[in-house]
């Protein structure tokens, strides 16, 4: 069984007040749904402190959405893996094509992101996808394997046991148009066939979520395919009822 899991990317939004109100909900909210649905949430790195304090204990564990390439020094403006994982925080988001594009992430970079997340013991949850004139070109399945065989390839077995896959496909990303779930649930396929070329069957446990717009009116839909294991979910993991009503998807 591989494990079910929704993750929220709040993105750049909300004051650490606000989050910690948004924080206390989802952990108010979570209690009354089963352990087998795991909760994720990424808030901006102002809030990490204080989320983790208020979701111990709780079910819900926290995530940062970046990291360093470095491990420390003359780097202004950019936060460690070892600062993330010294506050209790266990995921990381890594290669949000938020990132890519804006941020000119490149696999280089975050094959060296990957590296200072596994060596503070964060759980890396890795983005892949492609973009609309990719997908049009009919170059969707060998955008999303590149992305995987630069990045995930380089792992070692035992650091790719806790890897998390996240398929975003960017023109579903905040647009409001989601993949049917017949299409998330061929390029989960993909991405685990992809996986399994390298690391054989542990590639059958790989977490694999779907991103871009899933909300709590398709989420049953797409969380109900085979290879779809969940969600990093954005816009709608803002608010508390739209984030646990998608992790309530499950138990339908
Ligand atoms: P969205 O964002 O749910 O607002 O489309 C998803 C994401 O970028 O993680």
């Known amino acids: 069984m591989r494990r079910k899991i ?8 909300t004051t650490p007040a606000e989050g910690a109100e948004l924080a206390k909900a989802v952990a108010a909210g979570k209690k009354e749904i089963c352990d087998c649905v795991n909760f994720i949430v990424c808030p901006p790195y102002t809030h ?4 983790v304090r ?10 940062a959405q ?12 950019e936060v460690s893996a070892r600062m993330i994982a010294s506050l209790g925080v266990e995921y990381v988001i890594l290669g ?32 892949v ?18 992305q995987l ?36 649930q061929e390029m989960h396929a993909h991405i685990r066939r992809t996986l399994a070329a390298k690391f054989g069957a542990t590639a059958e446990q790989t977490p694999i979520l779907y991103g871009g717009s899933c909300k709590p009116s398709n989420a049953g839909e797409l969380f109900a395919k085979e290879d779809v294991d969940g ?7 803002l608010e508390a009822d739209s984030f646990l009503q998608i992790g309530k998807a499950f138990l339908k």
């Open 6 to 13: 929704v993750a929220g990317n709040w993105k750049m939004n």
């Open 96 to 127: 949000h094509s938020e990132r890519r594009q804006y941020y000119g992430e490149t696999s280089e970079t975050l094959n060296r992101k990957m590296r200072q997340a596994y060596a503070n013991g964060l759980t890396p949850i890795y983005c």
């Open 149 to 184: 065989e630069e990045v995930i390839y380089h792992l070692t077995p035992e650091q790719f046991e806790r890897l998390i896959v996240a398929y975003e496909p960017v023109w579903a990303i905040g647009t409001g148009k989601t993949a049917t779930a017949d299409q998330a």
């Open 48 to 51: 990490l402190s204080e989320v």
């Open 54 to 63: 208020i979701t111990r204990g709780t079910g819900v564990a926290v995530g």
């Open 231 to 237: 969600g990093l979910i954005g816009g709608a993991a």
């Open 66 to 77: 970046d990291c360093a390439t470095e491990e420390k020094g003359a780097f202004t403006g």
């Open 129 to 146: 996808g492609e973009k609309l004139e990719e997908r049009e070109d009919g170059r969707h399945f060998d955008v999303v394997k590149a």
